[in-house]
């Protein structure tokens, strides 16, 4: 163990040592910055790859800008192969009984622990440090899983974490990073590619497409496959490749079932219902559920599925029909729940409206359509929004090189300028 805390010495900022921070995202630096200072656990959770780890480092390069002393700081990554020894919670406080008595921080020590499930038994370590008051401890834990928090772990911290879920790069984000203008142009650029921070810095596209495909296979082995003793591996990668080429068109998983039957293919109702909540569970996927409108409450059944990043699309199955249309949706919806919206698919009796998105006492209605190239598609988008009898927001988001007039309290926004209104 003597051994591996030598090796913390290259990934703590101990000694003048800057980790790589990576684009640094200032929208949730801010957000979570506004956290510190107290005995909260602060808990990012998202897809593997998808930046937690330069976002915990980013965190605490600011809290040493901010005057922390860089050796009060210790930061883990269960990533790294160094730390394969770290196996649990008895080995991890060995670890940081070791810098202790190594570095004699003065006051408190702030503990940020990467991929965290992958030490068995975190949940005694992070509850026991988070509450002590011999000690005073600040716990940073980031995690790939959305189950890595619920049952008797929720219990166990109720009321004592905050949770922030990490998407890829926004359209703000890919403009900052590529140094592009924020116009129709880039968006639709940013469309056809990947949101993933690494992918831009592989230098092709074979590259980034076996990019993709490692953690899509990463993903499906160690955090559904292995995890959850898949009996059907062959199943579970295909109905990830269905709700990929299905994203942003209502199914059931009657449909599916259906769809695996018609293709000799034996398969049971609650077997891909399993699937597809693990293949949720690792964020690769999101579900929408239907609302009704008119009776304020969700409604069982068809649901909608999108993608967490549109690289799954654009480099592992762009061969699959897929219309602009519905990359465009699945985009406004990834920004709607980054910014911190709770999203659904609306539903009225013979229409249907693409969100309803509702943040605090806030409810905004959203129709989303490539563009609105004619009289016959503008009624069409305009409809489903007409029939709300509510006084709730209203908006038809479009890749139109121009902005429409409101229209009877309905206004209209271009997709990359989706920020300036939500």
């Known amino acids: 163990m003597e051994e591996n805390f030598a090796l913390l010495s290259q ?3 101990w000694n003048g040592n800057v980790p790589e921070l990576g684009f640094i995202r200032v929208g949730y630096t801010d957000k979570i910055f506004d956290y510190t200072g107290n005995k909260l656990i602060k808990v990012l959770v998202g897809q593997r790859r998808v930046g937690k780890s330069y976002l915990l480092r980013q965190i605490a390069y600011r809290l040493i800008q901010s005057g922390i002393n860089p050796r009060n700081i210790f930061y883990i990554n269960k990533e790294f192969t160094d730390f394969d020894c770290v196996q649990d919670y008895h080995d991890l406080e060995t670890l940081l009984k070791q810098y202790k008595e190594a570095l004699n921080p003065d006051g408190k020590v702030w503990l940020f622990i990467d991929e965290i499930q992958n030490i068995s038994g975190w949940e005694h370590f992070v509850n026991s440090y988070s509450q002590n008051f011999i000690d005073s401890y600040e716990i940073f834990i980031s995690g790939s899983n959305s189950k890595m928090l619920s049952g008797e772990l929720a219990t166990l911290l109720s009321g004592r974490y905050v949770n922030f879920e990490i998407f890829p790069f926004s359209f703000q984000e890919y403009a900052g990073i590529t140094g592009k203008s924020e ?3 880039s968006y639709i650029e940013y469309m056809e590619s990947g949101a993933l921070p690494e992918l831009f810095i592989l230098p092709n596209n074979e590259t980034k497409r076996n990019y993709i495909a490692a953690i899509k296979d990463t993903v499906l082995l160690r955090d559904i496959i292995q995890r959850n003793s898949i009996k059907d591996p062959k199943l579970l990668e295909d109905i990830f490749i269905y709700l990929i080429n299905n994203a942003s068109n209502l199914v059931s998983i009657t449909n599916i079932l259906n769809f695996f039957k018609s293709n000799k293919r034996k398969t049971t109702y609650d077997t891909i219902s399993n699937y597809i909540s693990y ?10 559920e239907r609302y009704d409108i008119k009776g304020k409450d969700t409604v069982s059944g068809n649901c909608k599925y999108y993608i ?9 199955y762009s061969g699959f029909a897929y219309g602009i249309g519905y990359k465009l949706e699945n985009l406004i919806y990834l920004q ?3 910014s911190g919206y709770n999203v659904y698919v609306g539903a ?22 490539y563009l609105l190239s004619d009289e ?3 009624r069409r988008e305009y409809a489903s929004l007409e029939a709300i009898q509510d006084n709730y927001e209203k908006y038809v988001v479009s890749l139109d090189d121009f902005s429409f007039p409101s229209n009877k309290g309905i206004q209209h926004i271009q997709a990359w300028k989706l920020t ?3």
């Not at 293949?279 to 929408?288: G, M, R, S």
């Not at 967490?308 to 592992?316: C, E, H, R, S, T």
């Not at 013979?350 to 989303?368: C, H, M, N, P, T």
Request: hydrophobic share 40%; glycine share 2%; aromatic share 12%.
């Open 183 to 185: 116009s129709r142009q």
């Open 348 to 369: 009225m009796r013979d229409k249907e409206v693409d969100f309803v998105a509702s943040k605090g006492d806030r409810i905004i209605y959203l129709q989303s359509t």
């Open 11 to 13: 990934y703590n900022f």
């Open 420 to 422: 300036e209104i939500i």
């Open 376 to 378: 016959q598609t503008v």
């Open 279 to 288: 293949i949720e569970n690792t964020f690769l996927i999101h579900k929408a």
């Open 336 to 338: 709607l729940r980054r």
């Open 308 to 316: 967490n990043d549109l690289a799954f699309k654009n480099y592992l």
